[in-house]
Protein backbone atom coordinates (compact mmCIF):
# COMPACT_ATOMS: atom_id res chain seq x y z
CA UNK A 1 0.00 0.00 0.00
CA UNK A 2 2.18 2.93 -1.53
CA UNK A 3 1.34 6.30 0.65
CA UNK A 4 -1.00 9.21 -0.20
CA UNK A 5 0.71 12.16 -1.97
CA UNK A 6 0.60 15.34 -0.50
CA UNK A 7 2.84 18.50 -1.54
CA UNK A 8 5.97 18.83 0.36
CA UNK A 9 5.24 21.91 1.81
CA UNK A 10 2.34 24.94 1.20
CA UNK A 11 2.91 28.73 2.27
CA UNK A 12 0.63 31.66 2.80
CA UNK A 13 0.51 35.06 4.54
CA UNK A 14 -1.81 35.54 7.54
CA UNK A 15 -5.02 36.14 6.19
CA UNK A 16 -4.56 34.21 3.13
CA UNK A 17 -6.03 30.95 2.39
CA UNK A 18 -4.04 28.04 1.65
CA UNK A 19 -5.55 24.50 0.25
CA UNK A 20 -3.11 20.97 0.49
CA UNK A 21 -4.31 18.14 -1.71
CA UNK A 22 -4.21 14.55 -0.79
CA UNK A 23 -4.00 12.35 -3.40
CA UNK A 24 -5.15 8.66 -3.45
CA UNK A 25 -6.00 5.91 -5.54
CA UNK A 26 -9.82 3.81 -5.83
CA UNK A 27 -8.70 1.38 -3.17
CA UNK A 28 -8.14 4.04 -0.33
CA UNK A 29 -9.85 7.97 -1.11
CA UNK A 30 -11.79 6.49 -4.19
CA UNK A 31 -13.79 3.63 -2.26
CA UNK A 32 -14.48 5.50 0.95
CA UNK A 33 -15.41 8.46 2.53
CA UNK A 34 -13.55 8.17 5.45
CA UNK A 35 -10.51 10.63 5.08
CA UNK A 36 -9.09 12.34 8.12
CA UNK A 37 -6.66 15.05 8.34
CA UNK A 38 -4.23 15.82 11.31
CA UNK A 39 -2.05 18.18 12.33
CA UNK A 40 1.38 17.83 14.25
CA UNK A 41 3.00 20.86 15.57
CA UNK A 42 6.80 19.74 16.46
CA UNK A 43 7.52 17.76 19.45
CA UNK A 44 3.97 17.19 19.96
CA UNK A 45 1.94 14.14 18.87
CA UNK A 46 -0.45 14.82 16.28
CA UNK A 47 -4.25 16.15 16.60
CA UNK A 48 -7.26 14.82 14.59
CA UNK A 49 -8.85 18.20 13.28
CA UNK A 50 -10.83 16.46 10.08
CA UNK A 51 -12.46 13.32 9.78
CA UNK A 52 -14.86 11.87 7.28
CA UNK A 53 -13.49 14.13 4.78
CA UNK A 54 -15.00 17.26 5.89
CA UNK A 55 -16.04 16.69 9.50
CA UNK A 56 -14.50 19.13 11.92
CA UNK A 57 -14.12 17.29 15.88
CA UNK A 58 -15.38 19.75 18.81
CA UNK A 59 -13.07 22.38 18.94
CA UNK A 60 -11.50 22.90 16.09
CA UNK A 61 -11.29 25.90 14.28
CA UNK A 62 -14.10 26.50 11.23
CA UNK A 63 -11.26 28.15 9.91
CA UNK A 64 -10.26 24.49 8.57
CA UNK A 65 -12.67 23.00 6.08
CA UNK A 66 -12.41 19.67 3.89
CA UNK A 67 -13.54 18.59 0.62
CA UNK A 68 -13.27 15.64 -1.29
CA UNK A 69 -13.11 14.60 -5.32
CA UNK A 70 -12.59 11.73 -6.94
CA UNK A 71 -9.36 9.94 -5.41
CA UNK A 72 -8.31 13.53 -4.42
CA UNK A 73 -9.26 14.84 -1.04
CA UNK A 74 -8.15 18.38 -0.07
CA UNK A 75 -8.05 20.62 3.78
CA UNK A 76 -8.10 24.38 3.13
CA UNK A 77 -7.30 26.73 5.76
CA UNK A 78 -9.13 30.28 5.34
CA UNK A 79 -7.44 32.82 7.31
CA UNK A 80 -4.23 32.08 8.05
CA UNK A 81 -2.97 32.73 11.06
CA UNK A 82 0.65 31.71 12.58
CA UNK A 83 -0.50 28.81 15.04
CA UNK A 84 -1.60 27.19 11.93
CA UNK A 85 1.80 26.65 10.96
CA UNK A 86 2.61 23.44 11.36
CA UNK A 87 3.01 19.53 9.68
CA UNK A 88 -0.19 18.08 8.21
CA UNK A 89 -1.21 14.39 7.41
CA UNK A 90 -4.13 12.88 5.67
CA UNK A 91 -4.89 9.75 6.18
CA UNK A 92 -7.69 7.13 4.57
CA UNK A 93 -9.35 4.05 5.02
CA UNK A 94 -8.45 1.48 2.09
CA UNK A 95 -9.72 -1.83 0.56
CA UNK A 96 -7.75 -3.38 2.60
CA UNK A 97 -8.99 -3.09 5.67
CA UNK A 98 -5.74 -1.19 6.77
CA UNK A 99 -4.66 2.57 7.06
CA UNK A 100 -2.61 4.74 4.77
CA UNK A 101 -1.38 8.13 5.71
CA UNK A 102 -0.23 10.98 3.24
CA UNK A 103 3.49 12.00 3.06
CA UNK A 104 2.90 15.05 5.22
CA UNK A 105 2.77 18.60 4.16
CA UNK A 106 4.72 21.55 5.73
CA UNK A 107 2.65 24.97 6.47
CA UNK A 108 4.61 27.97 6.67
CA UNK A 109 2.88 31.04 7.75
CA UNK B 1 -9.42 12.90 31.28
CA UNK B 2 -9.36 10.61 28.26
CA UNK B 3 -5.61 9.52 27.93
CA UNK B 4 -3.18 6.97 26.49
CA UNK B 5 0.11 6.02 27.92
CA UNK B 6 3.03 4.90 25.56
CA UNK B 7 5.75 2.69 27.08
CA UNK B 8 8.52 0.00 26.30
CA UNK B 9 10.93 1.67 24.15
CA UNK B 10 14.34 2.02 24.08
CA UNK B 11 17.87 1.15 22.11
CA UNK B 12 18.02 -2.40 21.13
CA UNK B 13 20.27 -4.05 18.15
CA UNK B 14 19.01 -5.01 14.65
CA UNK B 15 17.29 -8.42 15.26
CA UNK B 16 16.23 -8.33 19.17
CA UNK B 17 13.19 -7.59 20.11
CA UNK B 18 10.77 -5.16 22.03
CA UNK B 19 7.74 -5.15 23.48
CA UNK B 20 5.75 -1.73 23.58
CA UNK B 21 2.83 -1.51 25.95
CA UNK B 22 -0.35 1.22 25.96
CA UNK B 23 -2.36 2.44 28.89
CA UNK B 24 -5.72 3.89 28.56
CA UNK B 25 -7.23 5.45 30.97
CA UNK B 26 -10.50 7.73 31.34
CA UNK B 27 -12.70 6.06 28.91
CA UNK B 28 -14.40 2.53 28.40
CA UNK B 29 -11.32 0.54 26.91
CA UNK B 30 -13.46 -2.39 25.87
CA UNK B 31 -15.31 -1.14 22.54
CA UNK B 32 -12.49 0.77 21.04
CA UNK B 33 -10.29 -0.25 18.24
CA UNK B 34 -6.37 0.45 18.84
CA UNK B 35 -3.86 1.62 16.07
CA UNK B 36 -0.23 2.01 16.58
CA UNK B 37 1.34 4.54 14.46
CA UNK B 38 4.61 5.38 13.99
CA UNK B 39 6.83 8.38 12.62
CA UNK B 40 10.63 7.57 11.76
CA UNK B 41 13.32 10.37 12.67
CA UNK B 42 12.10 13.47 10.84
CA UNK B 43 9.53 12.01 8.68
CA UNK B 44 6.25 11.42 8.24
CA UNK B 45 3.37 9.45 9.95
CA UNK B 46 3.45 5.60 9.06
CA UNK B 47 0.03 3.38 10.39
CA UNK B 48 1.57 -0.15 11.36
CA UNK B 49 -1.21 -1.90 13.10
CA UNK B 50 -5.27 -2.65 14.56
CA UNK B 51 -6.79 -4.41 17.12
CA UNK B 52 -10.07 -4.09 17.52
CA UNK B 53 -12.03 -4.04 21.11
CA UNK B 54 -13.67 -8.01 20.68
CA UNK B 55 -9.92 -9.08 19.67
CA UNK B 56 -11.30 -10.22 16.21
CA UNK B 57 -10.09 -7.86 13.86
CA UNK B 58 -6.32 -7.49 13.72
CA UNK B 59 -3.90 -6.27 10.83
CA UNK B 60 -0.69 -4.52 9.53
CA UNK B 61 0.92 -2.79 7.22
CA UNK B 62 3.01 -4.71 5.03
CA UNK B 63 6.43 -3.06 6.15
CA UNK B 64 5.65 -5.02 9.65
CA UNK B 65 3.84 -8.36 8.69
CA UNK B 66 5.19 -11.39 10.20
CA UNK B 67 7.71 -9.43 12.48
CA UNK B 68 5.40 -7.34 14.33
CA UNK B 69 2.23 -8.95 17.00
CA UNK B 70 -0.26 -6.27 18.26
CA UNK B 71 -2.46 -7.75 21.26
CA UNK B 72 -4.43 -6.45 24.17
CA UNK B 73 -6.12 -7.10 27.67
CA UNK B 74 -9.39 -5.70 28.05
CA UNK B 75 -9.41 -6.14 31.93
CA UNK B 76 -6.12 -4.28 32.33
CA UNK B 77 -6.96 -1.42 29.90
CA UNK B 78 -3.57 -2.06 27.61
CA UNK B 79 -2.64 -3.02 24.27
CA UNK B 80 0.52 -4.31 23.27
CA UNK B 81 2.73 -4.29 20.25
CA UNK B 82 5.75 -7.57 20.37
CA UNK B 83 8.69 -6.30 17.93
CA UNK B 84 10.71 -9.15 16.77
CA UNK B 85 13.67 -9.16 14.15
CA UNK B 86 13.86 -5.72 14.47
CA UNK B 87 15.89 -3.90 11.94
CA UNK B 88 17.32 -0.07 11.36
CA UNK B 89 14.34 1.14 9.44
CA UNK B 90 12.04 0.81 12.57
CA UNK B 91 13.55 3.77 14.69
CA UNK B 92 10.87 5.68 15.22
CA UNK B 93 8.88 7.46 17.85
CA UNK B 94 5.56 4.85 17.93
CA UNK B 95 2.23 6.27 18.91
CA UNK B 96 -0.85 3.93 19.91
CA UNK B 97 -4.31 5.68 19.90
CA UNK B 98 -7.92 4.95 19.91
CA UNK B 99 -10.06 5.04 17.06
CA UNK B 100 -13.55 6.50 17.43
CA UNK B 101 -14.96 5.50 14.10
CA UNK B 102 -13.06 4.73 10.95
CA UNK B 103 -9.74 6.64 11.43
CA UNK B 104 -11.32 9.22 13.47
CA UNK B 105 -8.11 9.02 15.63
CA UNK B 106 -8.10 10.89 19.16
CA UNK B 107 -6.88 11.30 21.56
CA UNK B 108 -2.96 9.62 20.48
CA UNK B 109 -0.04 8.98 23.81
CA UNK B 110 2.98 10.74 23.64
CA UNK B 111 5.03 8.13 22.25
CA UNK B 112 7.58 6.03 22.73
CA UNK B 113 11.06 6.15 21.26
CA UNK B 114 12.33 2.76 19.72
CA UNK B 115 16.08 3.04 18.11
CA UNK B 116 17.30 0.21 16.52
CA UNK B 117 21.27 0.25 15.81
CA UNK B 118 24.35 -1.60 16.70
Known amino acids: QSALTQPASVSGSPGQSITISCTGT?????????VSWFQQHPGEAPKLIMSDVSVRPSGVSNRFSGSSSGTTASLTISGLQAEDEADYYCASYTSFRTVVFGGGTKVTV | EVQLVESGGGLVQPGESLRLSCVASGFTFTPYTINWVRQAPGKGLEWISY????????FYSDSVKGRFTVSRDNAENSVYLQMDSLRVEDTAVYYC???????????WGQGTLVTVSS
Open chain 2, 97 to 107: TRDMSYIKFEP
Open chain 1, 26 to 34: SSDIGAYNY
Open chain 2, 51 to 58: ISGDYRRI
